[in-house]
């Protein structure tokens, strides 16, 4: 436990040191299913959150049912300055940790949540389909959806469900995401 706590030690000197003092986006894991819970334990403070959510259709005892599940499962945005609410974040009810590279939290281009916000407003998934059969390591280029026009490496279907987990490198990092597999389409080599 002291170890854990020498870490977050360091990782305030580092930022205070930086004198961030602007509000900016970074990625915030949470703990499995959790992500409302975490959205609500650090909205509480005062702080900006966006947790992305699809609203999908699918098939279940052979009745049509709506969900509206997180776009990213395990995680969400935070608008913060690191300064002032790292602690408040990174130990709120329902997180993980702040995403980051080494000791220091990786920023999120404010473009890219914008970006997020005006596709996932106007989506719907209909995951009525059978999709067409992908292999483990393909790379496939995503279609329609808010990660559209995304190339990503696929990983695997998700038993009983018709979705499935890429590795999607963006943001300075690799991070896997949960799709429809009906919105990859395997790449063309160029």
């Known amino acids: 436990m002291g170890g854990s706590m020498l870490g977050g030690v360091n990782i305030m000197n580092n930022i205070q040191s930086s004198q961030i003092q602007e509000l900016r986006w970074y990625v915030v894991n949470t703990k499995t299913n959790h992500e409302k819970y975490?959205?609500?334990n650090i909205a509480r403070s005062g702080i900006e959150c966006y947790l992305p959510l699809l609203k999908e259709r699918r098939i279940v005892r052979n009745q049509i049912i709506t969900a509206i599940n997180p776009l990213f499962p395990g995680y969400m945005f935070v608008?913060?300055?690191?300064?002032?609410?790292y602690r408040t974040v990174n130990y709120a009810r329902g997180v993980r940790k702040i995403v980051?590279?080494?000791?220091?939290?990786?920023?999120?281009?404010?473009?890219m949540i914008d970006s997020i916000r005006s596709k996932v407003a106007s989506?719907?998934?209909?995951?009525l389909q059978r999709p067409e059969r992908l292999g483990h390591g393909q790379r496939v280029h995503i279609q329609g959806g808010p990660l559209s026009g995304l190339e990503a490496i696929f990983v695997g279907g998700m038993?009983?469900?018709?979705?499935?987990?890429v590795l999607l490198h963006t943001l300075a990092l690799q991070a896997r995401v949960v799709i429809e597999v009906d919105k990859l389409v395997p790449s063309v080599a160029a």
Do not use: F, K, N, Y
Request: hydrophobic fraction near 40%; charge should be negative.
């Open 38 to 40: 975490a959205e609500r």
């Open 100 to 111: 980051g590279l080494g000791p220091m939290p990786v920023e999120v281009d404010s473009a």
């Open 123 to 127: 989506s719907e998934v209909d995951m």
């Open 79 to 85: 608008r913060i300055d690191l300064a002032q609410h």
């Open 159 to 165: 038993p009983g469900r018709q979705r499935a987990m």
